[in-house]
């Protein structure tokens, strides 16, 4: 048994959710609740860690709040001219140090960045389901971000990402009109392999 939605076909039977979850650039301008943005933020809370560190930190700007301006300015030029229509901004941020039971002082996280990217994953998942999408990018400004955002030494900006209502596709220019469809991706024959890397 398969599983279809969104126009996609998984290969194996999964929850829909998996399928339904994709990154638009067609936003139609509508606010994020704040009380959906802190449910997205409380699926991200309980994304599996090494030591369950919780490495991951989400900095946020809502479309009418006075630090709109400052989040989408962190944006390269392509990405703010369609991300101006998202409801919200976040700037993702990992701490690369970590404490572990018993340990005295902090040290380094080999998995920050993987863990991090589970609780994005369950940022954007619930965003879905709430029938808002969440649109990863690394196009932006890293170091400013930093800087402007006042990140302590030790963390890694990881990636922003916009989350918006979905809007029409017309809205888009010409060349990303086309593009604005849910994207396909490798079969598992490509990236999973019994007893080890194939040689």
Not at 174 to 184: A, M
């Amino acid at each position: 048994m398969t599983t279809s939605a969104n126009s996609r076909t998984a290969d194996h039977e999964i929850e829909s959710l998996f399928l339904e979850r994709w990154s638009p650039r067609a936003y139609n301008e509508e606010e994020i609740p704040e009380a959906d943005l802190f449910s997205m933020f409380e699926a991200a809370r309980w994304a599996p860690s090494s030591y369950n560190s919780q490495p991951w930190t989400f900095l946020y700007a809502r479309r009418s709040s006075p630090d709109w301006g400052k989040f989408l300015g962190l944006l390269n030029e392509f990405n703010q001219s369609w991300a101006k229509r998202a409801g919200a901004l976040v700037i993702i941020a990992s701490n690369s140090l970590m404490l572990p039971p018993g340990a005295e002082k902090p040290v380094p996280s080999h998995s920050h960045s993987l863990d991090c990217g589970s609780a994005w994953a369950y940022f954007a998942l619930q965003g879905a389901k709430l029938g808002w999408h969440a649109h990863g990018m690394v196009g932006f400004d890293i170091p400013r971000a930093f800087t402007e955002l006042n990140l302590p030494a030790g963390y890694r900006v990881e990636a922003a990402a916009s989350v918006g209502r979905l809007g029409d596709k017309s809205i888009l220019p010409e060349t990303l009109q086309g593009r604005e469809t849910p994207s396909p991706r490798k079969p598992i024959g490509e990236f999973a392999f019994a007893g080890g890397f194939p040689g």
